[in-house]
C-alpha cells in the first residue's frame, strides 16, 4: 500500500510558504480554521473563470488580509473595481464584521502553475474533449515554457467506461524525495455526467540561480554514423580490383 505525501506539505518552511498565516489559541482555532475555509469556497466559487491558483489569508488583532493569486486579475478587479468592493463586504460578513483587504496578485505564467493547469485539464474534460488528448497537449505546452519535468494523472471513469481506473502521463524529471526541488502541485476536479474524475499535476520547476543548460548532442549515434561510413568506405586493394576488373 503507497504512502503518498502532498509536495507542498513535505516542503513547507523549505521553499514552501503558508497558505494561512496566523496565529490562534486553542480556543479560537476551530472559529478561525472554518472561517478560511468559507472565505476559501466563497472566493473559488465566486471566480471560477478567473483562473485563480492560490488564495493566501493572513489575520491581524481585527483585520484579515486576503491574497488572490490569479492568472487573470481584470476579471477578479471588474469594472470600475465593483467585484473587489462586492467581495470585500461579503469576507466581512463571514468574518463578523472584521475590517478585510483583498490583494491581487498575477500570475506572469500559468502553464506552468500546478493548480491551473489542473483546473485547465478538467475543464477541457466537462467540454467532452478527450483526457489523453487533454493531458498530453498540457504537457507539451508546459514543456515548451521551461519546466524541468511534469506529470499528470488523472482517475475516475475515464471515457465513460464502466470500471473506474487511472492513467498518468509524465515528461521530463519529478525528483519527489529531493527537497530542494521546488515541485508545484495542483488538484482538481472535472464533474462529468458519468461521476468525477480527479486530475493530479506535478510539475518541477527550474531551481532559483540555476541556468537550465541546453540538451547536448548525441556523440554515440555520430560516432555510429563515421563507423559505418569507414565500414562503407572501400580499402586500396579493393580500388585496384575494382579498376582492373573495368579495364578488362
Known amino acids: 500500500m503507497g504512502q503518498k505525501v502532498n ?80 467581495m470585500t463586504a461579503d469576507i466581512s460578513g463571514m468574518a463578523d464584521g472584521k475590517s478585510v483587504k483583498i490583494d491581487i496578485v498575477e500570475i506572469k505564467t500559468p502553464e506552468l502553475d500546478a493548480q491551473l493547469v489542473a483546473e485547465n485539464v478538467a475543464l477541457q474534460i466537462e467540454r467532452r474533449i478527450s483526457f489523453r488528448r487533454a493531458m498530453k497537449k498540457s504537457i507539451q505546452t508546459t514543456m515548451d515554457f521551461g519546466a524541468q519535468g511534469i506529470k499528470l494523472r488523472a482517475s475516475g471513469r475515464l471515457g465513460g467506461a464502466e470500471i473506474s481506473r487511472a492513467e498518468w502521463y509524465r515528461e521530463g524529471k519529478i525528483p519527489l524525495h529531493t527537497l530542494r526541488q521546488p515541485i508545484d502541485y495542483g488538484f482538481a476536479e472535472a464533474m462529468t455526467v458519468y461521476g468525477k474524475i480527479g486530475i493530479k499535476c506535478w510539475i518541477v520547476k527550474p531551481e532559483e540561480g540555476t541556468v537550465i543548460p541546453e540538451r547536448p548532442e548525441r556523440p554515440r549515434r555520430e560516432r555510429r554514423e563515421k563507423e559505418n561510413v569507414n565500414a562503407a568506405a572501400p580499402t586500396p586493394a579493393e580500388e585496384a580490383a575494382a579498376a582492373e576488373i573495368a579495364k578488362a
Open 7 to 86: 509536495p507542498i506539505g513535505y516542503r513547507l518552511a523549505l521553499n514552501r510558504d503558508w497558505r494561512s498565516r496566523w496565529y490562534a489559541s486553542p480556543k479560537e482555532l476551530p472559529e478561525f480554521l472554518h472561517s478560511d475555509i468559507k472565505i476559501r469556497d466563497y472566493v473559488k466559487k465566486k471566480l471560477q473563470l478567473a483562473a485563480v491558483a492560490k488564495i493566501v489569508i493572513e489575520r491581524a488583532w481585527n483585520s484579515i488580509r486576503v491574497t488572490i493569486h490569479t492568472a487573470r486579475p481584470g476579471i477578479v478587479i471588474g469594472r470600475k473595481g465593483a467585484e473587489i468592493e462586492k
